[in-house]
Nanobody, 125 residues
Framework: HVQLVESGGGSVQAGGSLTLACLNS????????MGWFRQGPGKAREGVAA???????NYALFAKGRFTISKDSIEGTTYLQMNGLTPVDTAMYYC????????????????????WGQGTQVTVS
């Protein structure tokens, strides 16, 4: 069972930026696909971005051009850099791991991921 710990959330004004981090302390991290999801009040959890074990990335339409997912192999950390934030981006953001090397086309479906972090709150006003 992969253990994931998110950090970096907070409150920002519209137009601001935040960088979220997800620490994966499990040995299987190098072979896992990592994803970022979010869930706003009264909304379903939705995929934001994901990265394959080989570094290829996927983004939701609303994230393209504003958000960047990346990973640091040495630190075992996955990042989500978010720019141009708007109140619509207010949500709890979750890190997730899929213990496979590559993501399918439906990477944005939460059911495909094996482990989840506790989430970090992002509030944009």
């Amino acid at each position: 069972h992969v253990q994931l710990v998110e950090s970096g959330g907070g409150s920002v004004q519209a137009g601001g930026s935040l960088t979220l981090a997800c620490l994966n302390s499990d040995y299987s991290w190098a072979r896992a696909c990592m994803g970022w999801f979010r869930q706003g009040p009264g909304k379903a959890r939705e995929g934001v971005a994901a990265i394959n074990s080989d570094g290829r990335t996927n983004y939701a339409l609303f994230a393209k051009g504003r958000f960047t997912i990346s990973k640091d192999s040495i630190e075992g950390t996955t990042y989500l850099q978010m720019n141009g934030l708007t109140p619509v981006d207010t949500a709890m953001y979750y890190c997730a791991a899929r213990v496979r090397r590559f993501l399918p086309d439906n990477w944005h479906e939460p059911r495909l991921y094996n482990s989840w972090g506790q989430g970090t709150q992002v509030t944009v006003s």
